[in-house]
Structure formats: structure tokens, C-alpha cells
């Protein structure tokens, strides 16, 4: 955003701030900047110069401009005390008692980092509100001189080669979002490198917004009262369990002086932190008793105890303090009463209750008189497993909508969840930064693209352009895994032969390593039983050896929760596994010459469709009965069907019968988990392994305490089993080029083509039996093919909206311009959300 409109900005009337903007502009800004030499013939022409007075943080920061000055130029600079006479000046506006430049910044109390860069013909003037703004305008300043942080490592920064250094500016900035924590890293992550990374790409922020779940810290801080008085918690189910995930009883009034006696004492105990978190523990569980009731929603109750404590903490007589709060799974619908001038509600943007979408919730708390920020989900290693085209953080075109978007409604503070996975999303993590400092460089988005190919690649960029285009930008096209892995192995190919510069090198190094991790794990995710340790353990291995290079969630696969995959074991001592020898350059080689051998690009007669996996009952189309198609219940090894469970149902009973291989029974008992895309917790709501492989059939039941779409899991070491579902239950086999189903047997099972379809296209790993439209005339037959390959079938007028079906058929078949879900009949058919919206509607 340009200086002269950063003076019109609006004031944040909504905060309360006392803002006072410039109506025109200075003189002085509205003149030409004067040029001022720094460096020439390898001799520094001003010193660095800090007040006396200035802070730790601040003379760290003049340091670090000296250093990288030098860096650029290749002359030595002087770190010394002075006045603000002349030289390059650096500190807060408030350490200079005689400026030489005029100077007119808002006066705000929570937007209070603002800064301005500023030549004359004595030196130049970097000068900042607070020691983060100074920060900012040193890295900026930089910045502007050609210097980039783009990913986290050394391997990803540029510093450039300017012996004759000028500069000429006169800016004034300050940030369109008040706090910008994403991305910020897991937090297991390596904090130095985030934390270098973020005050570099000016992420750093003077005021801090506290919003984790915070009930747990209120019960240990005060864990004596809490025993000795158990009606605080929440009743539930006619007890009250409390523990330190559980809710509170809001209408307690003796519950609410606790929690705000709990947060006075934190304030005053830290008078100088602007804020204090009020959110409610993760998951459910709320009181049921009658007098919360009474209350009203969830939200009600939250927001009723944020606002008790907004002002018991405004009236302590420490200024301005402010109460955050995520509106988040149960408490995220908006609320029936009003909150706080101080409370600021960051609406999260997935983990969404009462059928709202996330513009009625932006919408609603706004409504509610709610200071605005956002929770997003940029990447969650459980959602993306660390690969390209899957997170949100990667995807170029939803951070330049949701970013300006986020804050034409109101929002001022960001709070996402990232992963170390700057091998599918380091574009994306970079831009984040310029998006949420100036909302406006999403109209700049291909300027900031071409800037970052540009100064990282040099000579390589045209290749690199094709990698990040692929990975970043194309999220919206199909393409077979092993199709992604061979077109990056060959782009990254081709950037390598393009140039000779070290650095450019070791950075495409890097992502040969990150895509050999998406071949090893393509081979992981294809195979079963002891292939499938073998290659859990081949990505293992791999991953932590190239840890150091960032680009990887290696803490979250090696040392968390791996893939949440029951079938595969990491030993408890893994140190066998570990290994910190480098990379060399031969091995490299011979990783990007055997990827491109082993991976072929895809090239299709058709273009495939891309669906979402947010499912809903095919029912609802009203499409004609059919003869139920059929399915052997009988499987080996992983096995994978979505069900959906009705309001008045919140369990699903089966009859399984384990081991029916006699000679395999030594490989365990059947291991099953149920899912829910409602569970905030992202683990499966129930899990049973209690079948053992006899042969014989057993009842067991499992239950969630959600409604509707589930995906239930299960895996028996490949001795088959026998699975028998509730008949007339919602049951649906997904079956994807990254997913097959993985079907034994016949099956006769009925798919849906949308009306519109002109292509129904997809793979095929079995030449046996044929296609058939909605009069049940065979349109192909699957043993014309020959071999496994991929199939193109047109499909005739009138038949699009209907139902087809794959006909005596065996192994799978991946559907690619059609949703891939398969069942036996319309009432067992579950389809995405956007297809049935789309179709039920009168044409």
C-alpha cells in the first residue's frame, strides 16, 4: 500500500483506539526522496547510529543492518552512539530528542508498530514506534536493497552484491493485520530458524494475542478449589467428570469469580502483557445442567465468561487488556448477546458447528460487536502428510481470496497452524507474510511469484516456474501422484542443467531430496503387509535424514504421530533408523536420475474432475430405484468405506469374523477405527481390536458422538476378513488414483455421473467386466483394453444424471471426471456436497 493511502486509512473505531491520521501530506513526504551513498569503493560513507538510550532489541537490530550492510557491500560499518544528526539512524522515534525530519505517526494502542524509512542528504532514517516496528523497518529497508529470507535455512537466503550502495526513499508503513502468527511452525518445530524467518519477513508483532484453550490452565493454577468443589465442572450425562480438558458450569456464579480471580492474578502478576486467553478446552462436553441451559448456546456461555473477565482486567488500572477467544467447534456459531469492547474473537476456519459457513461466522461475531481475528489451518500434517497441492498454506489462490477478504470483514489479527512443510508450501508460507502486512499485494501476487523465481533460481527460473506452478498454483486439476513426482523430478532436471551457481544448486538439492520423499511415500501408501513396513520405513528413514533442510515435518512423522497408520510400526528405540550422513552431490544425481526412469508424466485424452470428500446422502437426487448391486464382504488388509449415521443412531453394529486364511492366524487381531470430519481432535472416535483371527464371527459395536458422515477403517495383517455392515446403512467405497478400493472378488457396484459429464475417465487395475449406463447397456468393456490403463468412455445424450454401474467386475476402478464413490444402490450412495447441491436442483 502506497504511503499517501496508509495516511487514509480508517480508524479502528471498533478497538476504541485514539487515532489520529493525516489528513494531508508533509511537505516534506510529498518531495522527491533524497539519494544518499552508503558504501563506496569499499569504504562505508555513514556510520549505523543508535541513541544512547536504545534497547537490547533495538542495537541487536542495528547490529544485524551493519553486519548485512557489510554483507552487501563489501565495506565495513561502524556501530556507534549519536544523535540523529546524520549517518543511518536507527532506534524509536522516542530515543531522538532532535529529529531532523519531521514525523507524524497514529497514536494506537494495540496497531502500535509503525515505522518509516527516510533519506536525506545527511544520512538515512530508519525509525520505528516500538522495537519491533524497528525491526520491520531494517529488514524492509534490506529488503528493498535485494536481500531475501525466503525459506527458513541458510540454503534460502539472498544477499546481493552491490559494492556502490544508495538509497533513496521516504515510506511510512504500518500493518494491515495487528498481528500476523502464520506461518509460525509447530511447536515442536526449530524455533531460531521460525523465529529468524518471521522477524526477517516482518511477522513480529509488539502486541500479542493470547487465544489457546485455556480452561486447563485455570483448573491447575486453582486445582485445590476445583477438587473441592466439583459442581464448577461441567455436568454431563448426569456426572461431573472434570479433569483438565473439561468445560465449565458458566451459570455457576461462584465458577465464574474463580476464573476471573484466576485471570486478575495473571495480569497482575504480568502487568505488561496486553492480553489473556478465555477459550474453552478443546472438543465438547458442555454442561448440560438447566440452569446453563438457560444460558443459551455454547457460545452464549464462553462469551459470558470472556466478557466477566474483559472487565474485571480492563478495571485494574494497567490500560488497555483485551480477552481472546477462538469461535471454534461447539462455541463457534454466533452468539445471542454482545461482547466486550476488549474481547477479540478469532473465528476458526474449519472444526465449524450449526452449518455455518465461514463468511456467516465472520459475519455473525461481527454482529455480535465482536473485535475480529482468524484461526486458520494453513497445514496440518494429519490433513497433507507433507504433500504438495493438499494445504491451504500452498495454495496461492486461497491465501490472495481468504487474506484481504479476512480483512475487508473486519478482521485484524491472524493465527494459523503450519507444519515444517516448506517442500509442498514454501511459496505459499513466503507470500503469507507480504499478504497479511499489506492485503493489497494479493493484486501482486504474479510480481511477488516472479520476484521470488527470479532471485532463487536465476538462470533455473522457467523449470522452477513449471515445479511451483504444479505444486502451488494447479490445485484444482487431478493428477495421479506418481504423474506430480515425475513432472517435478523433470522440472528440477531441468533447472539443474540451466545453471552453474552454487546456490541456486543447493536449493534445487533440497527439493530433489522433498520430492524423493513423495516417490518413497507414493510406494508406502501402494503397498501392504510387509512391503508397506518396508516403505514406511524407507520414508522414515529418509525424511529424518534430510531433516536439517526444513523441509519436512520431521518431528511430526519420526517423533508424533507418523501417518496415523495402525498397520505400520516404528520401532521404540528407533536410533537403527537414524542417520545425519549428508547428502552428496553424486547421490543426489543418481536420486533425480533414477525418479525420472521410474516416473512417467501422464498424458490423458480427458480432463479430470476434482471433488471434495464432504459427503452427503445421494438420496437426496431422487433418482429411481435399482437392483442392488453386490460386493464380496470378505477383504485383506486395509479396508476403507464412508458410512452415514442418522440423527437417532450414534453407533454402528458389525459381525466380524477374523483369520479366515487358516494359515495366516499369527498376524493379530482385526484392528478397527471410526472417523468423524467432526472430531476436533482429528483421532478416530472409536477404536476395536478385540476380533482375533479364529475364524469366528463376533458382534462388536462402535460409537461416535457425532451424526452423519464417518469413515470406518480397518486393517487384519492380510489373513482376511469377513465384514458384515448394517443393511440399509449409508455405505460408500471411495476409489481414487491416490486411493483405490481394494475390493476381492465380483462386485456390481452403481456410480454417479453429474449432469454434464461429456467424459467418464479414469484407471483400471483389472480387465474384467464392463460399464454400463443408466438403460443398462453396456457402453465399454474393460477386456478390450488388454492391460491395466486408463479408460475414456463418452457418454450419450440423456444419460448424464444418472446412474451407472460397473457391471461383473474385479479389482479397482479410479474414477477421474465422476465423483469416485461407488456403492450398491442410490440409498447406500454417498456423494460430495457440491455435486448433489448442484443436481437436485431443477433443470
Same mark, same amino acid.
Not at 215 to 225: D, E, F, I, L, W
Not at 235 to 256: D, T
Given at each position: 500500500?502506497?504511503n499517501?493511502?496508509?495516511?487514509?486509512?480508517?480508524?479502528?473505531?471498533?478497538?476504541?483506539?485514539?487515532?489520529?491520521?493525516?489528513?494531508?501530506?508533509?511537505p516534506?513526504?510529498?518531495?522527491?526522496?533524497?539519494?544518499?551513498?552508503l558504501?563506496?569503493d569499499?569504504?562505508?560513507?555513514?556510520?549505523?547510529?543508535?541513541?544512547?538510550?536504545?534497547?537490547?532489541?533495538?542495537?541487536?537490530?542495528?547490529k544485524?543492518?551493519?553486519?548485512?550492510?557489510?554483507?552487501?557491500?563489501?565495506a565495513?560499518?561502524?556501530?556507534?552512539?549519536?544523535?540523529?544528526?546524520?549517518?543511518?539512524?536507527?532506534g524509536?522515534?522516542?530515543?531522538?530528542a532532535?529529529?531532523?525530519?519531521?514525523?507524524?505517526?497514529?497514536?494506537?494502542?494495540?496497531?502500535?508498530?509503525?515505522?518509516?524509512?527516510?533519506?536525506?542528504?545527511?544520512?538515512?532514517?530508519?525509525?520505528?514506534?516500538?522495537?519491533?516496528?524497528?525491526?520491520?523497518?531494517?529488514?524492509?529497508?534490506?529488503?528493498?536493497?535485494?536481500?531475501?529470507?525466503?525459506?527458513?535455512?541458510?540454503?534460502?537466503?539472498?544477499?546481493?552484491?552491490?559494492?556502490?550502495?544508495?538509497?533513496?526513499?521516504?515510506?511510512?508503513?504500518?500493518?494491515?493485520?495487528?498481528?500476523?502468527?502464520?506461518?509460525r511452525?509447530?511447536?515442536?518445530s526449530?524455533?531460531?530458524?521460525?523465529?529468524?524467518?518471521?522477524?526477517?519477513?516482518?511477522?513480529?508483532?509488539?502486541?500479542?494475542?493470547?487465544?489457546?484453550?485455556?480452561?486447563?490452565?485455570?483448573?491447575?493454577?486453582?486445582?485445590k478449589?476445583?477438587?473441592?468443589?466439583?459442581?464448577?465442572?461441567?455436568?454431563?450425562?448426569?456426572?461431573?467428570?472434570?479433569?483438565?480438558?473439561?468445560?465449565?458450569?458458566?451459570?455457576?456464579?461462584?465458577?465464574?469469580?474463580?476464573?476471573?480471580?484466576?485471570?486478575?492474578?495473571?495480569?497482575?502478576a504480568?502487568?505488561?502483557?496486553?492480553?489473556?486467553?478465555?477459550?474453552?478446552?478443546?472438543?465438547?462436553?458442555w454442561c448440560?445442567?438447566?440452569?446453563?441451559?438457560?444460558?443459551?448456546?455454547?457460545?452464549?456461555?464462553?462469551?459470558?465468561?470472556?466478557?466477566?473477565?474483559?472487565?474485571?482486567?480492563?478495571?485494574?488500572?494497567?490500560?488497555?487488556?483485551?480477552?481472546?477467544?477462538?469461535a471454534?467447534?461447539?462455541?463457534?456459531?454466533?452468539?445471542?448477546?454482545?461482547?466486550?469492547?476488549?474481547?477479540?474473537?478469532?473465528?476458526?476456519?474449519?472444526?465449524?458447528?450449526?452449518?455455518?459457513?465461514?463468511?456467516?461466522?465472520?459475519?455473525?461475531?461481527?454482529?455480535?460487536?465482536?473485535?475480529?481475528g482468524?484461526?486458520?489451518?494453513?497445514?496440518?500434517?494429519?490433513?497433507?502428510?507433507?504433500?504438495?497441492?493438499?494445504?491451504?498454506?500452498?495454495?496461492?489462490?486461497?491465501?490472495?481470496?481468504?487474506?484481504p477478504w479476512?480483512h475487508?470483514?473486519?478482521?485484524?489479527?491472524?493465527?494459523?497452524?503450519?507444519?515444517?512443510?516448506?517442500?509442498?508450501?514454501?511459496?505459499?508460507?513466503?507470500?503469507?507474510?507480504?499478504?497479511?502486512?499489506?492485503?493489497?499485494?494479493?493484486?501482486?501476487?504474479?510480481?511477488?511469484?516472479?520476484?521470488f523465481?527470479?532471485?532463487a533460481?536465476?538462470?533455473?527460473k522457467?523449470?522452477?516456474?513449471?515445479?511451483?506452478?504444479?505444486?502451488?498454483?494447479?490445485?484444482?486439476?487431478?493428477?495421479?501422484?506418481?504423474?506430480?513426482?515425475?513432472?517435478?523430478?523433470?522440472?528440477?532436471?531441468?533447472?539443474r542443467?540451466l545453471t552453474?551457481?552454487?546456490?541456486?544448486?543447493?536449493?534445487?538439492?533440497?527439493?530433489?531430496l522433498?520430492?524423493?520423499?513423495?516417490?518413497?511415500?507414493?510406494e508406502?501408501?501402494?503397498?501392504?503387509?510387509?512391503?508397506?513396513?518396508?516403505?514406511?520405513?524407507?520414508?522414515?528413514?529418509?525424511?529424518?535424514?534430510?531433516?536439517?533442510?526444513?523441509?519436512?515435518?520431521?518431528?511430526?512423522?519420526?517423533?508424533?504421530?507418523?501417518?496415523?497408520?495402525?498397520?505400520v510400526?516404528?520401532?521404540?528405540?528407533?536410533?537403527?533408523?537414524?542417520?545425519?550422513?549428508?547428502?552428496g552431490?553424486?547421490?543426489?544425481?543418481?536420486?533425480?536420475?533414477?525418479?525420472?526412469?521410474?516416473?512417467?508424466?501422464?498424458?490423458?485424452?480427458?480432463?479430470p474432475?476434482?471433488y471434495?470428500?464432504?459427503?452427503?446422502?445421494?438420496t437426496?437426487?431422487?433418482?429411481?430405484?435399482?437392483?442392488?448391486?453386490?460386493?464380496d464382504?470378505?477383504?485383506?488388509?486395509?479396508?476403507?468405506?464412508? $458410512?452415514? %449415521?442418522?440423527?437417532? *443412531?450414534?453407533?454402528? @453394529?458389525?459381525?466380524?469374523? &477374523? !483369520?479366515?486364511?487358516?494359515? =495366516?492366524?499369527?498376524?493379530?487381531?482385526?484392528?478397527?477405527s471410526?472417523?468423524?470430519?467432526?472430531?476436533?481432535?482429528?483421532?478416530?472416535?472409536d477404536?476395536?481390536?478385540?476380533v482375533?483371527?479364529?475364524?469366528?464371527?463376533?458382534?462388536?459395536?462402535?460409537?461416535?458422538?457425532?451424526?452423519?458422515?464417518?469413515?470406518l477403517?480397518?486393517?487384519?495383517?492380510?489373513?482376511?476378513?469377513?465384514?458384515?455392515?448394517?443393511?440399509? $446403512?449409508? %455405505?460408500?467405497?471411495? *476409489?481414487?488414483?491416490? @486411493?483405490?478400493?481394494?475390493? &476381492? !472378488?465380483?462386485?456390481?457396484? =452403481?456410480?454417479?455421473?453429474?449432469?454434464?459429464t461429456?467424459?467418464?475417465?479414469?484407471?483400471?487395475?483389472?480387465?474384467?467386466?464392463?460399464?454400463?449406463?443408466?438403460?443398462?447397456?453396456?457402453?465399454?468393456?474393460f477386456?478390450?483394453?488388454?492391460?491395466?490403463?486408463?479408460?475414456?468412455?463418452?457418454?450419450?445424450?440423456?444419460?448424464?444424471?444418472?446412474?451407472?454401474?460397473?457391471?461383473?467386475?474385479?479389482?479397482?476402478?479410479? $474414477?477421474?471426471?465422476?465423483?469416485?464413490?461407488?456403492?450398491?444402490?442410490?440409498?447406500?450412495?454417498?456423494?460430495?456436497?457440491?455435486?448433489?447441491?448442484?443436481?437436485?436442483?431443477?433443470?
Amino acid at each position: 500500500m502506497s504511503n499517501s493511502k496508509r495516511q487514509f486509512r480508517h480508524a479502528w473505531a471498533f478497538f476504541g483506539l485514539v487515532a489520529s491520521l493525516l489528513a494531508t501530506p508533509s511537505p516534506l513526504s510529498a518531495q522527491p526522496p533524497s539519494e544518499v551513498s552508503l558504501a563506496s569503493d569499499g569504504r562505508a560513507r555513514q556510520p549505523v547510529v543508535v541513541s544512547p538510550k536504545a534497547t537490547p532489541v533495538v542495537r541487536a537490530t542495528a547490529k544485524e543492518l551493519a553486519d548485512y550492510l557489510a554483507r552487501i557491500s563489501g565495506a565495513v560499518f561502524r556501530v556507534e552512539d549519536g544523535d540523529a544528526a546524520s549517518g543511518i539512524v536507527v532506534g524509536l522515534v522516542s530515543d531522538f530528542a532532535d529529529l531532523p525530519i519531521e514525523v507524524n505517526f497514529e497514536t494506537a494502542t494495540v496497531n502500535r508498530d509503525q515505522y518509516l524509512l527516510r533519506t536525506t542528504n545527511n544520512g538515512l532514517y530508519l525509525l520505528g514506534t516500538t522495537p519491533a516496528a524497528v525491526q520491520c523497518a531494517v529488514w524492509d529497508f534490506l529488503h528493498r536493497q535485494g536481500y531475501r529470507l525466503f525459506f527458513l535455512t541458510d540454503t534460502w537466503e539472498v544477499v546481493p552484491n552491490q559494492p556502490n550502495l544508495t538509497a533513496a526513499v521516504n515510506v511510512t508503513e504500518q500493518p494491515d493485520y495487528v498481528t500476523r502468527q502464520g506461518p509460525r511452525g509447530a511447536p515442536w518445530s526449530n524455533r531460531d530458524l521460525w523465529n529468524r524467518w518471521k522477524t526477517r519477513n516482518r511477522m513480529n508483532s509488539s502486541f500479542s494475542l493470547s487465544t489457546g484453550h485455556a480452561y486447563g490452565g485455570v483448573v491447575r493454577r486453582n486445582q485445590k478449589t476445583f477438587d473441592e468443589h466439583p459442581e464448577y465442572f461441567a455436568l454431563m450425562n448426569g456426572q461431573r467428570p472434570g479433569g483438565a480438558n473439561a468445560k465449565f458450569c458458566v451459570s455457576n456464579a461462584e465458577l465464574r469469580q474463580v476464573v476471573v480471580d484466576d485471570a486478575v492474578r495473571e495480569m497482575k502478576a504480568q502487568p505488561e502483557r496486553d492480553s489473556i486467553s478465555v477459550d474453552p478446552s478443546d472438543g465438547g462436553g458442555w454442561c448440560e445442567c438447566e440452569a446453563c441451559r438457560e444460558m443459551g448456546t455454547a457460545s452464549d456461555r464462553a462469551l459470558t465468561l470472556a466478557n466477566h473477565v474483559a472487565v474485571a482486567i480492563n478495571g485494574l488500572g494497567l490500560g488497555d487488556k483485551y480477552v481472546g477467544m477462538y469461535a471454534y467447534n461447539d462455541h463457534s456459531p454466533p452468539p445471542n448477546i454482545k461482547a466486550h469492547p476488549k474481547v477479540v474473537i478469532s473465528v476458526a476456519t474449519s472444526f465449524i458447528r450449526g452449518g455455518y459457513n465461514i463468511e456467516e461466522l465472520v459475519s455473525g461475531w461481527q454482529a455480535a460487536d465482536a473485535v475480529l481475528g482468524i484461526r486458520d489451518y494453513h497445514d496440518v500434517f494429519a490433513w497433507s502428510h507433507d504433500l504438495p497441492r493438499k494445504a491451504r498454506g500452498g495454495n496461492i489462490a486461497y491465501l490472495t481470496r481468504t487474506i484481504p477478504w479476512f480483512h475487508e470483514h473486519g478482521s485484524r489479527f491472524m493465527n494459523s497452524e503450519n507444519m515444517d512443510s516448506w517442500g509442498a508450501n514454501g511459496l505459499g508460507y513466503w507470500i503469507t507474510p507480504q499478504l497479511l502486512w499489506d492485503v493489497e499485494n494479493a493484486e501482486r501476487v504474479d510480481v511477488l511469484i516472479e520476484d521470488f523465481l527470479d532471485k532463487a533460481f536465476g538462470a533455473a527460473k522457467e523449470p522452477m516456474r513449471s515445479f511451483y506452478q504444479l505444486a502451488n498454483r494447479d490445485h484444482e486439476s487431478v493428477r495421479s501422484h506418481q504423474d506430480v513426482v515425475a513432472r517435478m523430478y523433470r522440472s528440477l532436471d531441468q533447472a539443474r542443467t540451466l545453471t552453474s551457481d552454487p546456490r541456486v544448486r543447493a536449493r534445487c538439492d533440497d527439493l530433489v531430496l522433498y520430492t524423493r520423499y513423495l516417490e518413497l511415500y507414493g510406494e508406502y501408501r501402494k503397498a501392504d503387509g510387509k512391503a508397506r513396513q518396508h516403505g514406511f520405513e524407507q520414508v522414515w528413514r529418509h525424511t529424518y535424514r534430510m531433516r536439517d533442510r526444513m523441509m519436512l515435518s520431521t518431528v511430526a512423522l519420526c517423533d508424533r504421530g507418523g501417518f496415523r497408520d495402525r498397520t505400520v510400526q516404528k520401532p521404540d528405540d528407533a536410533t537403527s533408523w537414524k542417520s545425519s550422513k549428508p547428502f552428496g552431490e553424486v547421490e543426489i544425481a543418481d536420486i533425480l536420475n533414477a525418479g525420472i526412469s521410474a516416473n512417467e508424466p501422464t498424458v490423458l485424452d480427458f480432463k479430470p474432475t476434482k471433488y471434495s470428500d464432504d459427503l452427503v446422502p445421494a438420496t437426496q437426487l431422487k433418482l429411481s430405484h435399482v437392483a442392488p448391486g453386490r460386493y464380496d464382504n470378505r477383504g485383506r488388509g486395509r479396508q476403507q468405506v464412508y $458410512l452415514w %449415521l442418522p440423527e437417532n *443412531s450414534r453407533q454402528i @453394529e458389525l459381525d466380524v469374523t &477374523g !483369520g479366515l486364511i487358516t494359515h =495366516y492366524r499369527d498376524r493379530g487381531n482385526v484392528k478397527f477405527s471410526l472417523f468423524s470430519p467432526k472430531e476436533v481432535t482429528l483421532d478416530a472416535v472409536d477404536h476395536d481390536d478385540s476380533v482375533p483371527p479364529d475364524g469366528k464371527q463376533r458382534r462388536i459395536v462402535l460409537k461416535s458422538p457425532h451424526r452423519g458422515l464417518h469413515r470406518l477403517q480397518w486393517n487384519d495383517g492380510s489373513d482376511m476378513t469377513k465384514v458384515i455392515l448394517p443393511a440399509g $446403512l449409508p %455405505l460408500t467405497f471411495r *476409489s481414487m488414483l491416490e @486411493e483405490p478400493m481394494r475390493l &476381492g !472378488g465380483r462386485w456390481d457396484l =452403481y456410480f454417479y455421473v453429474p449432469h454434464g459429464t461429456a467424459i467418464v475417465g479414469g484407471y483400471t487395475d483389472s480387465t474384467r467386466g464392463t460399464m454400463l449406463d443408466s438403460d443398462n447397456k453396456a457402453v465399454f468393456d474393460f477386456s478390450t483394453l488388454g492391460a491395466a490403463g486408463y479408460f475414456s468412455v463418452a457418454v450419450p445424450v440423456g444419460q448424464d444424471g444418472k446412474l451407472w454401474k460397473f457391471s461383473n467386475s474385479r479389482g479397482s476402478r479410479m $474414477l477421474m471426471t465422476v465423483p469416485p464413490y461407488l456403492a450398491t444402490s442410490i440409498e447406500t450412495l454417498l456423494l460430495p456436497r457440491e455435486v448433489v447441491e448442484s443436481d437436485r436442483s431443477p433443470r
